[in-house]
T-cell receptor, first 112, second 114 residues
C-alpha cells in the first residue's frame, strides 16, 4: 500500500537555524508530492509541490524541497528559521489517483 | 478571489444526532474532496465529488455521505454520530489531481460530539 512517512512528530530549532523536515514515500511510481503548513485552528496551506518538472522545488516563505527518487524522499528545508514558521507541516503524495495520502505531520517549534 | 469556504466553523452535537457540513469550492474548481483530521493526526480521505457524483471513497462507514450541487458546492452528512467522529473536517477543492493539481483547503469545521 502506498504511504507517506514523516520522521519526527516534533522538531525544535533555534531562530535563524536550518529547518529540516523529513518525508519519505512508498510508491512504485514516483507520485506528485506536496508540503502543506497548518497553523492552529486553520486549514492547510500549500507550501510547494513536485510534479516531475524539477527535482528542487522552491515554495513560499523561503521553503524548498528536493525530490530524491533513489531515496524515495522529499525533505523540506529552510535555511533560516523564523518565529512565524512555528506550525504543523504535512507531507502528502498524490499517486496519480483522485486523492492525497498524508503523513502524520511534524510540529515545528522555533526557539528564540 | 474567494478560496474555499466552509460552514459552520464550529459545532457541538450529541451522540446519535446527525450533522451537515457545507463547502463552497474555490472559483473555477469543479472537484470537492472531504477529509477528516483527528487531533494530532494527518487528514484522512473521506470521499470526493465530481460532476455531482461520488467518484472515490476512503475507508469510512456509510454513516458518512455527501452531495455535490450543480454549482459545485458540497455537503458532508454524518448520521448516528459517535464520540470518535469528533474532528476537524476539511473541504478541499481542485481541478484534476491526476495531473498534479494541488488542493485548495478551507479552514475546516471543528465538530465536537458529546
Amino acid at each position: 500500500a502506498q504511504s507517506v512517512t514523516q520522521l519526527g512528530s516534533h522538531v525544535s530549532v533555534s531562530e535563524g537555524a536550518l529547518v529540516l523536515l523529513r518525508c519519505n514515500y512508498s510508491s512504485s511510481v514516483p507520485p506528485y508530492l506536496f508540503w502543506y503548513v497548518q497553523y492552529p485552528n486553520q486549514g492547510l496551506q500549500l507550501l510547494l509541490k513536485y510534479t516531475s518538472a524539477a527535482t528542487l522545488v522552491k515554495g513560499i516563505n523561503g521553503f524548498e524541497a528536493e525530490f530524491k527518487k533513489s531515496e524515495t524522499s522529499f525533505h523540506l528545508t529552510k535555511p533560516s528559521a523564523h518565529m512565524s514558521d512555528a506550525a504543523e507541516y504535512f507531507c502528502a503524495a498524490s499517486p496519480g489517483t483522485y486523492k492525497y495520502i498524508f503523513g502524520t505531520g511534524t510540529r515545528l517549534k522555533v526557539l528564540a | 478571489d474567494a478560496g474555499v469556504t466552509q460552514s459552520p466553523t464550529h459545532l457541538i452535537k450529541t451522540r446519535g444526532q446527525q450533522v451537515t457540513l457545507r463547502c463552497s469550492p474555490k472559483s473555477g474548481h469543479d472537484t470537492v474532496s472531504w477529509y477528516q483530521q483527528a487531533l494530532g493526526q494527518g487528514p484522512q480521505f473521506i470521499f470526493q465529488y465530481y460532476e455531482e457524483e461520488e467518484r472515490q471513497r476512503g475507508n469510512f462507514p456509510d454513516r458518512f455521505s455527501g452531495h455535490q450541487f450543480p454549482n459545485y458546492s458540497s455537503e458532508l452528512n454524518v448520521n448516528a454520530l459517535l464520540l470518535g467522529d469528533s474532528a476537524l473536517y476539511l473541504c478541499a477543492s481542485s481541478l484534476d489531481l491526476r495531473q498534479g493539481d494541488g488542493y485548495t483547503f478551507g479552514s475546516g469545521t471543528r465538530l465536537t460530539v458529546v
